[in-house]
């Protein structure tokens, strides 16, 4: 056995510690479960050392023309089990960097998000922090690893922190939201398995040995029989799809995602999402490039059904959580558009939509749940008129709205426009139907706009969380269906708070400065998107003259 594609000798271990600085945090987290302040200040500083230890990664990457085409950098490789051929074998590209800076950036915002956070009864700060913090830890092994084994290890481990934060620390249906999410991943999980195996077997027949190295495999990608390909194809396909959610794999998501406590719902659909379509570009299309050719039409059509499935379904929601997360839907099918119509913009912008939906939708989320923490309802219908008794809180919900419907400016519109630019000339039927999706964006974003926060004040939770800040208070009506004079509206249904707003801002500034200069993260993710054509086998329908920016 001899894998020439992975060092024995160690490497940069730079990636081994973004993986186990969270993951140590959280065990460090244990001992204050009874000590609240102490936790949420532990808590920051590991995620803050994080941010850290990513912005020196982002420093010490190169292009790969400058480290003569290699693929992948900051590399670090280890035997783990060498009966089996594993590795600890981590190492970066651009797709990988940027969604790993994705996560650092916003967990430190979740860590401030959770400062206030109302826990259920008998759950404690520590507990819940430190769920966030493994979370972390697994998503950056996923993101990092390049051995194939360990991939699968560190996608199945991300079950364990997020079942635990649903399942203790979520909302009345819990439990139920919890079990669903983790029974419709193990599912995938297993499935994947059996194509992992059936991958290792492959490469023994072609190899002389099996092996679960990213390049190994990839270097024999083209030899596997067309069959094969495709067995094994889909087993990763299936289990991808049911984490990104496609349509009709999503079902998990809208009980998971309005069910799951605000933090954990933000790291749940802006992050971990993610890990289906990041495995569709880095597994699915390079290591089983025939059968994405085969199948890319059905994709295709799972995708755009997606777009226009979930934008219906996301007007007709009563329930705020369930909204936010029908809407992320709908931007996944957009992504998978992007990813199997295969030419260098779509697949960039797809890559791009990946970051932007974090923000965006993430973004969307804590504001969600800034409004349900003032009104104690999760019910659209019961909150209306907001922007007159809070209205930074409003403009704020409006940056996200106009980020999600993909206004230009914001940040989501550029990569929206280079997937639907992007697909034209290999899919232009399927991308003409995807683009009804943007009208159906405009419609459902601005009505859940309208129905809370334009117009009178009004609404079950506004009005109740008005008298309840009024009672006894100057000012204060008597009747409960009249609206509280000034000094009870601002006790009963405040602003933002400094805290919030520091939480917020730099997702705003990221939404404005991404819409306007996305360049510095197209710079990393065009040479992988190149990389990834080159080894679907397909040439770039796009005219020469580079990526769109």
Not at 236 to 250: C, D, S, T, Y
Not at 274 to 289: E, Q, S, W
């Amino acid at each position: 056995m001899s894998p020439a594609f992975v060092p024995d000798s160690g490497g940069n271990p730079l990636l081994l510690f973004l993986v186990l600085l969270p993951a140590l945090g959280a065990g460090a987290l244990y001992p204050l479960r009874h000590n609240a302040s102490l936790a949420k200040v532990v808590g920051m500083a590991v995620a803050l050392a994080e941010l850290v230890l990513v912005v020196v990664a982002w420093a010490l990457y190169s292009t790969p023309a400058a480290q003569g085409g290699t693929r992948f950098q900051l590399e670090f490789s280890v035997p783990w089990i060498p009966a089996f051929g594993t590795h600890l074998a981590f190492g970066v590209d651009g797709i990988a960097l940027v969604l790993i800076g994705l996560t650092a950036f916003l967990v430190p915002i979740l860590m401030l998000a959770a400062w206030g956070e109302r826990l259920p009864e008998g759950r404690s700060v520590a507990g819940f922090l430190g769920l966030l913090l493994a979370a972390e830890a697994t998503l950056m092994g996923v993101f990092g690893a390049t051995d194939v084994f360990l991939f699968y290890v560190f996608f199945e481990a991300m079950l364990i922190p997020m079942y635990f934060l649903i399942g203790r620390f979520g909302g009345p249906r819990r439990q139920y939201a919890a079990v669903k999410f983790f029974l419709y991943s193990l599912l995938g999980g297993l499935i994947m398995l059996a194509s992992l195996i059936g991958l290792y077997v492959s490469s023994a027949a072609q190899l002389g040995y099996g092996t679960f190295t990213w390049a190994e495999l990839q270097s024999i990608a083209a030899g596997t029989p067309s069959s094969t390909q495709i067995w094994l194809f889909l087993g990763f396909f299936v289990a991808f799809a049911i984490k990104a959610p496609l349509v009709p794999f999503h079902t998990w998501l809208p009980d998971a995602g309005s069910e799951a406590p605000v933090v954990a719902a933000v790291l749940l659909v802006g992050v971990l999402d993610k890990v289906g379509t990041y495995g569709f570009l880095r597994y699915c299309l390079p290591l089983f490039p025939e059968a994405s050719r085969t199948l890319a039409p059905l994709v295709l059509v799972l995708a755009v059904a997606g777009v226009l499935y979930a934008a219906l379904l996301a007007v007709g929601q009563t329930d705020m959580g369930r909204f936010v997360a029908y809407t992320s839907v709908a931007h996944f099918g957009f992504i998978g558009l992007g990813i199997f119509a295969f030419s260098t913009q779509s697949l960039a912008g797809a890559a791009l939509y990946m970051v932007n939906h974090g923000l965006s939708t993430g973004m969307l989320f804590l504001l969600v749940g800034m409004l349900i923490a003032r009104g104690g309802s999760r019910r659209i219908a019961d909150y209306g008129g907001v922007a007159a008794l809070a209205p930074v809180l409003a403009g704020c919900l409006l940056v996200a709205g106009m980020s999600s419907l993909a206004l230009p400016g914001t940040n989501s519109f550029v990569s929206e426009f280079l997937v639907l630019v992007g697909s034209f000339p290999n899919r232009p039927v399927f991308t003409i139907v995807a683009t009804v999706g943007i009208i159906l964006a405009a419609l459902y974003v601005l009505w859940f706009y309208q129905r809370t926060m334009q117009g009178p004040v009004r609404g079950d939770a506004v009005l109740g969380a008005l008298e309840r800040g009024g009672a006894g208070g100057p000012g204060a009506m008597a009747d409960p269906g009249v609206v509280a004079a000034k000094p009870a509206a601002r006790t009963g249904f405040p602003d933002l708070s400094a805290r919030e707003i520091g939480v917020l801002a730099p997702l705003i500034v990221a939404i404005l400065v991404l819409g306007f200069y996305p360049a510095p993260l197209l710079d990393l993710i065009d040479p992988s998107v190149t990389a990834t054509m080159h080894e679907v086998g397909l040439a770039d329908p796009v005219p020469a003259g580079g990526i769109v920016r």
